[in-house]
């Protein structure tokens, strides 16, 4: 009877626990999540899904009882070994299967490793082919007096050392509106720039946006913004001279990140060459405006 009730208990627990969802949202596009993984999770789940199966195997070696040669009877470790050597295909050197057991048990396990070193081999390429931007923002966004003109600045920088080519980019706001009938909206405005695109991307890009009457942003303060939850997104898209591939990069500044009466430090500097480059230390420095 205490037996009926706990196993009750346990089927009630399983059933909150919705584990069919729980493995259904683990497993949902799983090819675009380990690509989209950091690396190192990514060698962790890898290095911890090759142990899991070569201990499951170990498991399974132990119940052949002597269907491996010169294998200690009952040795986990002589089993789990046996299975790494089975699973990378490497030879058995003083151990190898002598019942049909084991040797279905290899037969299985060089399968799963075919398949598995297959699927593997395609994930490392597609995460090394991939072409990744490297493109720096400015952790800040100030605004101040361009031409007479309150300009929303924004800069970036090629960390590489090759170009981007034909490299585009755009400013939005995003703002919460109410409409008229009482629907609340996220609503994304773009913010015409000076300057949207340029041929070659190579050092160092100040992005701005005049505050004229014209814009978004014409008559807003840092608190009205605050009340719409106001940001400013950023997407800047380009042709990776190397790879020949477009690249994708974007940031959102919020409002903390937006600074009145403020400019950037002068980054540019010419060596004993003549030769111009950017110091990058002082990248994301500002200093108010006299």
Not at 37 to 51: P, V
Not at 70 to 94: C, H, M, P, R
Not at 155 to 164: E, G, K, P, V
Not at 184 to 205: G, K, N
């Amino acid at each position: 009877m205490g037996r009926s009730k706990s196993l009750i208990k346990s089927f009630r627990f399983l059933k909150k626990l919705n584990l069919a969802t729980l493995f259904h949202s683990a497993t949902h596009d799983l090819y675009h999540r380990l690509l989209s993984l950091r690396w190192r999770y990514f060698l962790i789940l890898i290095s911890l899904f090759y142990f899991s199966i070569n201990c499951l195997f170990g498991l399974a070696y132990m119940t052949a009882k002597d269907g491996i040669a010169n294998a200690e009877q009952g040795s986990f470790k002589d089993a789990f070994f046996f299975s790494i050597q089975t699973l990378s295909t490497v030879g058995y050197g003083s151990m190898y299967p002598q019942s049909l057991y084991a040797q279905i048990l290899v037969t299985i396990e060089i399968w799963v490793g075919l398949l598995l070193l297959t699927i593997l081999t395609g994930l490392m390429f597609a995460r090394f082919s991939r072409p990744t931007a490297k493109v720096l923002f400015s952790n800040v966004a100030v605004i101040c007096p361009y031409n007479g003109i309150p300009t929303l600045m924004i800069r970036t920088a090629n960390r590489r050392d090759n170009r981007i080519l034909e490299a585009q980019i755009r400013l939005c706001v995003i703002f919460n509106e109410v409409s008229e009938e009482g629907y609340q909206l996220r609503r994304f405005y773009d913010l015409e720039l000076l300057r949207s695109q340029t041929p070659v991307f190579d050092l160092s890009w100040l992005v701005m946006h005049p505050i004229d009457q014209n814009s978004p942003l014409y008559g807003e303060t840092i608190e009205s913004l605050a009340e719409k939850e106001g940001e400013i997104g950023v997407m800047l898209t380009g042709l990776d001279e190397t790879f020949s591939q477009t690249i994708h990069a974007r940031h959102v500044y919020t409002l903390v990140n937006i600074l009145p009466n403020r400019r950037f430090v002068d980054i540019f500097c010419r060596d004993i060459t003549g030769k111009t480059y950017i110091n990058l230390t002082h990248f994301h420095d500002v200093i108010p405006i006299n």
